[in-house]
């Protein structure tokens, strides 16, 4: 069983940073990429960042030059820095792991931006 914990969320203005963290424990096998991905309401979830193990990172275009994803794999945790937050980028985000055996979802935090 694979658990991850995310934390960070809140309120911010619009502006204003946040930084969200995942923790990953459990029977964790080899791990390929851990990410961020959101859903605001009434949309679908998508992808905001991800990280291989390799350090190659891909972000969504509306995000680009405003946030940052980090890891660190002695942790199995993964950052989320998020700059120069907009209103739109209000939603639930979600952690996400990958590795050879599964695919895992964090519980998600409320990340909202007030104009």
């Known amino acids: 069983q694979v658990q991850l914990v995310e934390s960070g969320g809140g309120l911010v203005q619009a502006g204003g940073s946040l930084r969200l963290s995942c923790a990953a424990s459990?029977?964790?096998?080899?791990?390929?990429?851990m990410g961020w991905y959101r859903q605001a309401p009434g949309k679908q979830r998508e992808l905001v960042a991800t990280?291989?193990?390799?350090?190659?990172?891909n972000y969504a275009d509306s995000v680009k030059g405003r946030f940052t994803i980090s890891r660190d794999n002695a942790k199995n945790t993964v950052y989320l820095q998020m700059n120069s937050l907009k209103p739109e980028d209000t939603a639930v985000y979600y952690c996400?792991?990958?590795?050879?055996?599964?695919?895992?979802w964090g519980q998600g935090t409320q990340v909202t931006v007030s104009s």
């Open positions: 459990g029977r964790i096998f080899r791990i390929n990429t």
């Open positions: 996400n792991l990958r590795t050879t055996v599964g695919n895992y």
């Open positions: 990280m291989t193990n390799g350090g190659s990172t």
